[in-house]
Nanobody, 124 residues
């Protein structure tokens, strides 16, 4: 079992950047596929990006391709989400998630563990 804690959210102007971090503890971090999801008020939780155990495979939602980058540091038990060229529609609570199985997948139902979320607000 793994525990996840996100950080790095905040308020940023349109066009700005933020880097989110998700620190994992409680199990061997490198065996987990990691992902980021987001949920805006009144909307369902949606996939943002995922990365396999080694960092060699990544997958992005079309809405963030070319702007966001997911990475991980297994020595630090941390996964990151670098967000550039932010838009107001990126405003949401961002969640880190982990799945013990291999395979980079987008559906939230495939992820076993979740963090508490961090708020990202992009002003126009």
């Amino acid at each position: 079992q793994v525990q996840l804690v996100e950080s790095g959210g905040g308020l940023v102007q349109s066009g700005g950047s933020l880097r989110l971090s998700c620190a994992a503890s409680g199990d061997t971090f490198s065996k987990y596929t990691m992902a980021w999801f987001r949920q805006a008020p009144g909307k369902e939780r949606r996939f943002v990006a995922a990365i396999n155990w080694s960092g060699g495979t990544t997958h992005y939602a079309d809405s963030v391709k070319g702007r966001f980058a997911i990475s991980r540091d297994n020595a630090k038990n941390t996964v990151y989400l670098q967000m550039n060229s932010l838009k107001p529609e990126d405003t949401a609570v961002y969640y880190c998630a982990a799945r013990a199985d291999s395979g980079v997948v987008a559906g939230p139902k495939w992820y076993d563990y979740w963090g508490q979320g961090t708020q990202v607000t992009v002003s126009s």
